[in-house]
């Protein structure tokens, strides 16, 4: 959809679309006016027989939804797909704030033309900021599926997601919602949204998702931005890319997390599978692992630690983060260990994807999970942060990873999806066939043995979609 009405003329952004009984989609999105007010528009297919949907006509009474008293013009966007309650009215969500709380305001329609904005608000969360690209969808407590947008009961968690613009990151939390005021509490207040946990711990933003009827799942869009200059950008002539789609389902096992998982469908691209068992990585050493030009991978592995090492290394009071402890340099008793991929020969540039273990000084281990940009690249105009956060691993858990390599991108998903971290990296030297894949381990102490199956990944061939008229 172009930008050609008074309603969007500074802009058609986010918007989410809600598929009817009767199979039909209606379409809502903010435009920004052309006095920059963010308001509410409503579009829908020109062609409902179309497999793409690809031409939209915008509803003649545009804008449906203009910010009520008390929201600032600025403060009004992104609305979700609708959900249906029990009284047959579709209920929608739009970020806004008040101040510095983030805010999810609450509509009910019958017909997308007409709103009723409810008393109470879904969720605020003090000191965020405001709240883009909400998203609100349920979980299943038993089921190993995705749930229609529409679906609530005992078996059922809500998930409100929001993305903070004060600082760029994708931030969920799990609760209950309560239909009758439209309200959601979180189960856990100190994991609240956006202060708690994020979707990805690296470049990932404006994530939203949508439940796919035909495979029942719940599917993750988000996007990557860039990490180099914008004179960089001017120059390669394009910015951004969306992520490899993932699966989200409820985390059974600790309650307050979801499961990221790439689609399946990315497995159709897997080409000749590599196979490694059991492989020593003794404590400060790197070893090569021969899978040809590593670009283009999916790495499946897993690390067990020589369980010696892990009881007699002794605790330490001092506090560990993967962006402030120094990255894969500093060396611990029990980390780091892990993966270097698109790394050269010399290892002049590399990318570490890897565990760190922190026994605490009352014994508990804390497990980290990190990406270290800091020697991806040689180029001196691009991020070198170093990403990462805790991850839960329980009892009899193997530390398991999965790493999606796409030539400047690095998707990794450690046990299980729990804890997910996508780097946009800029490699001079490894790239094509001088990138090669490395374990390591810089532990001081501990020795470990890593077991994976890696495979060569083709690249998707994306046509156009064959339209009737021209293949007749």
Same mark, same amino acid.
């Given at each position: 959809?172009?930008?050609?009405?008074?309603?969007?003329?500074?802009?058609?952004?986010?918007?989410?679309?809600?598929?009817?009984?009767?199979?039909?989609?209606?379409?809502?999105?903010?435009?920004?006016?052309?006095?920059?007010? &963010?308001?509410?528009?409503?579009?829908?297919?020109? $062609?409902?027989?179309?497999?793409?949907?690809?031409?939209?006509?915008?509803?003649?009474?545009?804008?449906?939804?203009?910010?009520?008293?008390?929201?600032?013009?600025? $403060?009004?966007?992104?609305?979700?797909?609708?959900?249906?309650?029990? #009284?047959?009215?579709?209920?929608?969500?739009?970020?806004?704030?008040?101040?510095?709380?983030?805010?999810?305001?609450?509509?009910?329609?019958?017909?997308?033309?007409?709103?009723?904005?409810?008393?109470?608000?879904?969720?605020?969360?003090?000191?965020?900021?405001?709240?883009?690209?909400?998203?609100?969808?349920?979980?299943?407590?038993?089921?190993?599926?995705?749930?229609?947008?529409?679906?609530?009961?005992?078996?059922?968690?809500?998930?409100?997601?929001?993305?903070?613009? $004060?600082?760029?990151?994708?931030?969920?939390?799990?609760?209950?919602?309560? #239909?009758?005021?439209?309200?959601?509490?979180?189960?856990?207040?100190?994991?609240?949204?956006?202060?708690?946990?994020?979707?990805?711990?690296?470049?990932?933003?404006?994530?939203?998702?949508?439940?796919?009827?035909?495979?029942?799942?719940?599917?993750?869009?988000?996007?990557?931005?860039?990490?180099?200059?914008?004179?960089?950008?001017?120059?390669?002539?394009?910015?951004?890319?969306?992520?490899?789609?993932?699966?989200?389902?409820?985390?059974?096992?600790?309650?307050?997390?979801?499961?990221?998982?790439?689609?399946?469908?990315?497995?159709?691209?897997?080409?000749?599978?590599?196979?490694?068992?059991?492989?020593?990585?003794?404590?400060?050493?790197?070893?090569?692992?021969?899978?040809?030009?590593?670009? &283009?991978?999916?790495?499946?592995?897993?690390?067990?630690?020589?369980?010696?090492?892990?009881?007699?290394?002794?605790?330490?009071?001092?506090?560990?983060?993967?962006?402030?402890?120094?990255?894969?340099?500093?060396?611990?008793?029990?980390?780091?260990?892990?993966?270097?991929?698109?790394? $050269?020969?010399?290892?002049?540039?590399?990318?570490?994807?890897?565990?760190?273990?922190?026994?605490?000084?009352?014994?508990?281990?804390?497990?980290?999970?990190?990406?270290?940009?800091?020697?991806?690249?040689?180029?001196?105009?691009?991020?070198?942060?170093?990403?990462?956060?805790?991850?839960?691993?329980?009892?009899?858990?193997?530390?398991?990873?999965?790493?999606?390599?796409?030539?400047?991108?690095?998707?990794?998903?450690? &046990?299980?999806?729990?804890?997910?971290?996508?780097?946009?990296?800029?490699?001079?030297?490894?790239?094509?066939?001088?990138?090669?894949?490395?374990?390591?381990?810089?532990?001081?102490?501990?020795?470990?043995?890593?077991?994976?199956?890696?495979?060569?990944?083709?690249?998707?061939?994306?046509?156009?979609?064959?339209?009737?008229?021209?293949?007749?």
């Amino acid at each position: 959809m172009v930008a050609d009405q008074w309603y969007d003329k500074n802009g058609v952004w986010t918007g989410s679309a809600t598929i009817l009984p009767d199979g039909k989609v209606v379409m809502l999105y903010t435009g920004s006016t052309t006095e920059n007010v &963010q308001v509410q528009n409503l579009a829908y297919p020109a $062609d409902h027989s179309d497999p793409l949907l690809i031409n939209w006509v915008k509803y003649s009474g545009n804008p449906v939804l203009v910010p009520p008293p008390g929201i600032l013009d600025k $403060d009004f966007r992104d609305p979700t797909t609708a959900w249906l309650t029990s #009284e047959g009215k579709w209920r929608i969500t739009i970020g806004s704030k008040i101040n510095k709380t983030g805010i999810a305001l609450v509509y009910d329609t019958k017909d997308f033309i007409n709103y009723e904005l409810l008393d109470g608000i879904l969720h605020a969360v003090p000191g965020t900021g405001m709240w883009e690209c909400v998203d609100f969808f349920p979980v299943s407590k038993t089921e190993e599926n995705g749930l229609d947008t529409s679906v609530n009961g005992p078996s059922v968690k809500h998930v409100v997601k929001a993305s903070l613009d $004060d600082d760029r990151h994708d931030y969920y939390s799990i609760g209950t919602y309560h #239909e009758k005021n439209g309200t959601w509490i979180p189960d856990e207040p100190k994991i609240d949204v956006g202060i708690g946990l994020r979707y990805d711990y690296g470049i990932y933003y404006a994530a939203k998702t949508f439940y796919d009827q035909n495979k029942n799942r719940r599917v993750l869009w988000g996007w990557i931005g860039e990490s180099d200059s914008e004179a960089a950008d001017m120059q390669k002539g394009w910015a951004s890319v969306q992520s490899i789609p993932r699966t989200i389902l409820f985390d059974k096992k600790t309650g307050t997390h979801l499961l990221q998982w790439p689609v399946e469908e990315i497995e159709s691209l897997r080409l000749k599978s590599y196979e490694f068992n059991q492989v020593k990585v003794q404590a400060g050493s790197v070893v090569p692992l021969d899978v040809g030009p590593a670009t &283009q991978l999916d790495i499946i592995a897993e690390f067990e630690i020589d369980n010696e090492a892990l009881e007699k290394t002794t605790g330490s009071n001092v506090t560990f983060s993967c962006s402030s402890s120094g990255g894969t340099v500093e060396r611990g008793a029990l980390g780091p260990l892990g993966l270097l991929v698109l790394a $050269d020969d010399s290892l002049s540039e590399q990318t570490p994807v890897y565990f760190y273990i922190a026994k605490g000084s009352d014994g508990k281990l804390k497990t980290f999970f990190c990406n270290d940009q800091s020697r991806s690249s040689v180029a001196s105009d691009v991020n070198k942060q170093i990403y990462g956060n805790l991850v839960p691993v329980l009892e009899g858990e193997k530390l398991s990873l999965r790493v999606l390599v796409d030539h400047s991108i690095v998707e990794s998903f450690a &046990q299980g999806g729990r804890t997910v971290i996508t780097s946009r990296v800029y490699p001079t030297k490894a790239i094509y066939g001088a990138a090669k894949l490395f374990l390591f381990n810089n532990a001081t102490e501990a020795s470990v043995s890593a077991s994976l199956r890696i495979w060569q990944m083709n690249s998707a061939f994306i046509r156009p979609y064959p339209n009737d008229k021209e293949s007749q």
